[in-house]
């Protein structure tokens, strides 16, 4: 019997026992591994996010070219973090991103050009950008590599994640955005919530490189950010009528749908504590 087989809930849970410990064992092996996995898993999103856009009719995003800026923003981001090259490197973006216009001077057969440059853009802040800042946080207490506070993140997310499911399945009838997002609840929120809270508590006697308060306060907003991030990807996935971004992940959908809360989150996790 074939996953597809199963119900929602066993898919779920069967591609967590294959994937969390792959992803933990790459964020705490050493800082290449941590780049490597992210670098993919954000590659393979954005090729989503343009496969998506590009599914309706006269889109044309520039899939290969916005992905490989998102690859050099990356890569960028890392070297530039852990000290390797200096800040002025950032610069090498600037032509990149300009190249994008003169690409699409030359694509005679593109009748919506600024609209197909506008989305290749977007798949690079969308998706791209928080996935390199996920590498700044990382580098962000010490200025050396630092997988606890990535690990805590994950953790917070996947145990808000699993407490919206359940509370949401269970006792959920007070619709949170219906007309985005016909499933989701109140209660499934209170519940992501809830059992954010208690994961806070339990990663601040096992992370103390950071304060209680400060696991709350990213648990927080892992929870409403995340909660958005969400609700801005059913909104994108409503404005092309598809259910998920892919069938990558059995149970969870493509990269976009597994990945969705991070992204809107991130920066406002480096910049609650960047000011905090």
Not at 250 to 270: A, N, Q, V, W
Request: aromatic share 18%.
């Amino acid at each position: 019997m074939g996953l597809s087989n199963l119900s929602n809930l066993w898919q779920r849970v069967i591609a967590a026992l294959i994937a969390i410990p792959f992803l933990l064992f790459c964020i705490n092996f050493n800082d290449y591994t941590f780049l490597g996995l992210f670098l993919l898993i954000g590659v393979l999103a954005q090729l989503e996010f343009y496969k998506l856009v590009g599914s309706l009719e006269g889109n044309l995003p520039l899939t290969f070219y916005g992905t490989f800026c998102g690859v050099i923003l990356h890569l960028l981001t890392f070297f530039i973090e852990k000290g390797m090259i200096g800040y002025h490197n950032y610069y090498i973006l600037s032509p990149l991103l300009t190249i994008i216009f003169f690409i699409k001077l030359y694509k005679s057969k593109d009748g919506k050009p600024f609209q197909n440059i506008a989305f290749t853009f977007l798949g690079i802040i969308y998706v791209a950008l928080p996935f390199a800042l996920l590498t700044v946080l990382a580098f962000m207490r010490s200025g050396s590599y630092d997988a606890n506070i990535i690990m805590g993140c994950l953790f917070l997310l996947w145990a808000s994640d699993s407490g919206a499911y359940f509370a949401g399945t269970y006792f959920g009838k007070t619709k949170l955005f219906e007309r985005v997002s016909p499933k989701k609840s109140w209660e499934g929120l209170m519940g992501g919530l809830f059992s954010a809270m208690i994961a806070a508590y339990i990663i601040s006697r096992y992370f103390t490189n950071y304060e209680v308060w400060e696991w709350f306060a990213i648990g927080v907003i892992i929870v409403v950010a995340g909660t958005y991030g969400d609700l801005v990807e059913s909104l994108f996935k409503r404005s092309i009528n598809i259910k998920d971004s892919a069938n990558t992940i059995p149970g969870h959908g493509g990269f976009l749908d597994r990945f969705d809360g991070l992204l809107l989150s991130i920066p406002f996790i480096i910049t609650f504590l960047k000011l905090f």
